[in-house]
């Protein structure tokens, strides 16, 4: 996890339909991303959260976030890290956590403007099926044991590589490069 911090995230800080933690807060940016990869990197939020109201102390780290997650999305080397608790965190943290980013990504699609009807290959159909699910499921009552955080990374590996099919096939050049035509 980063160090990135977010006051603003807190339960006791919570003002409406924001984010309820910077797993989430990420995920929703990466279903923007995905939709729109030149999306305003100052404000993106905005378009996200109408209720999120970040301290102004908050606003650089927000724009941190975006600038990482774009330069990781369209890295060669596919080293996007999920903003997830460290791996020493009990696992139905880390579960939990996971699940709330791949809810932050389905209502970042949805939010972007992904529909029933935007064209998607099988495999990316499938992959936006499975983080829904993983988005609905309760982690409360598994155990914290070496298979289960074998799973846990094993899916973690599907989600980010997932990611990155999903957003080469939404967003097949890379935005930062400037298109020059002679």
């Known amino acids: 996890m ?4 977010f006051p603003s995230l807190s339960p006791d800080n919570q003002t409406g339909d924001g984010p309820a933690s910077l ?4 995920g929703a940016l990466c279903g923007l991303l995905c939709m ?5 990197r100052k404000n993106w939020y905005v378009q996200l959260f109408e ?3 970040p301290a102004e102390e908050e606003k650089q780290d927000l724009t941190h976030l975006f600038d990482d997650t774009i330069q990781s999305l369209n890295s060669l080397d596919f080293d996007f890290q999920m903003e997830l608790p460290d791996d020493n965190a009990p696992i139905v ?8 980013w791949c809810q932050g990504l389905v209502y970042g699609l949805g939010t972007s403007g ?7 290959s099988d495999d990316c159909q499938e992959y936006v099926t499975d983080v829904i699910k993983i988005s609905q499921v309760n982690f409360d009552n598994v155990e914290d044991t070496e298979e289960e955080r074998a799973n846990f990374e094993e899916l973690v590996e599907y989600i980010r590589m997932g990611l990155f099919l999903l957003y080469g096939e939404l967003q097949p050049a890379d935005p930062t490069d400037e298109a020059t035509e002679h």
């Open 2 to 5: 980063s160090q990135l911090y």
């Open 23 to 26: 797993a989430e807060l990420q």
């Open 36 to 40: 729109d990869a030149l999306a305003d």
């Open 51 to 53: 209720d999120f109201s």
């Open 93 to 100: 943290s880390r579960l939990s956590a996971m699940a709330d």
């Open 114 to 120: 992904m529909t029933n009807e935007t064209e998607l």
